[in-house]
């Protein structure tokens, strides 16, 4: 048997110049290309043609593109609008991923056991994953109403007065944090359910024996367990943070004062009002640098994890 796998590894690696690929090749690549073509017009061509654009300016439609190198990238940094979305993009990050996954892992930890009251609940934390984030925007538009909104309404109940929650520049973009986190929590609960399935009861009876309470043995048995978990709900986290913006459309359009404009708005602003193509696309290769940044350091992170749970 061994010799024969000898045999077979030095056919392989003393091919004729004539070789050609076998049948089985030949279909697979035949299966996979309407794929490939569709990956390169959709993905890789669109990208093309982004990084096309970034180094030329374009002054009216229809008009004659100029190069102009590395220009659109000064002047896209150089914006005060765009470090104001950048800066914006940062604390929207930090202030809807970390509340959402909190909040995620402790409804799924609440609903952990299989009932049919927790699987009513389950279905009810996981309804606003089902609206349309425009749909959720318009809600939420409702709510915010100075002075005849749902929370207004509610707040005057108890002899209290509400800000203008999207119209005040200190608190709009709060407010759009709120209806990220409510929309995004209960999409999360459902990794951190899957993921409490794979912490072993064992882990659990040993702490128990040990003295361990609920906060250590969250500490030391649960979290340890749920690292690539959270790695990877980090991942989609942070994405959802760059590439969704359908509630900054309805809710404020990037107002008050620039005070909620992130950085795919200001990407449709340079493109669609300003028409401003080069610019535009320079905002969208720092936007893919991001993304490319984000995912290569959480996949380098899941690794890292489950190289500590195999050892």
Do not use: C
Request: no cysteine; net charge positive; proline share 5%.
């Amino acid at each position: 048997m061994a010799e024969a796998v000898l045999t077979g590894i030095s056919e392989t690696r003393t091919r004729p110049a004539g070789w050609r690929p076998r049948r089985t090749t030949l279909v697979a690549l035949t299966l996979l290309a309407p794929s490939l073509v569709f990956l390169t017009l959709f993905t890789y061509w669109p990208v093309i043609q982004v990084v096309w654009q970034s180094l030329f300016n374009q002054q009216r439609v229809g008009g004659p593109q100029v190069y102009v190198g590395a220009a659109n990238f000064f002047k896209l940094f150089a914006d005060n609008a765009f470090r104001k979305a950048l800066s914006n993009n940062l604390i929207y990050a930090f202030g809807t991923v970390v509340p959402s996954l909190v909040l995620a892992l402790g409804f799924a930890m609440a609903l952990a056991r299989s009932s049919r009251i927790n699987a009513l609940f389950r279905a009810l934390f996981f309804l606003p994953v089902l609206i349309p984030l425009v749909a959720a925007a318009s809600i939420f538009l409702f709510i915010f109403l100075p002075g005849v909104g749902l929370l207004d309404y509610h707040l005057a109940k108890l002899a209290l007065s509400g800000p203008n929650w999207l119209g005040d520049p200190d608190i709009a973009l709060y407010a759009i944090m709120g209806l990220t986190i409510w929309k995004n929590a209960g999409y999360y609960m459902l990794f951190f359910l899957a993921g409490l399935q794979a912490v072993p009861a064992d882990a659990y009876e040993a702490a128990i024996l040990d003295g361990a309470g609920p906060w250590q043995r969250l500490r030391y048995v649960t979290l340890p367990y749920l690292k690539p978990t959270i790695g990877f709900v980090m991942v989609i986290g942070l994405l959802n943070v760059v590439t969704q913006v359908d509630h900054v459309f309805v809710l404020t359009k990037g107002g008050p004062s620039d005070s909620t404009n992130l950085l795919l708005f200001y990407v449709y602003q340079q493109a669609v009002e300003s028409y401003d193509a080069g610019k535009a696309a320079a905002g969208t290769l720092v936007m893919l640098a991001l993304l490319l940044a984000i995912s290569a350091s959480s996949l380098r992170t899941l690794e890292r994890s489950f190289g500590e749970r195999d050892t």
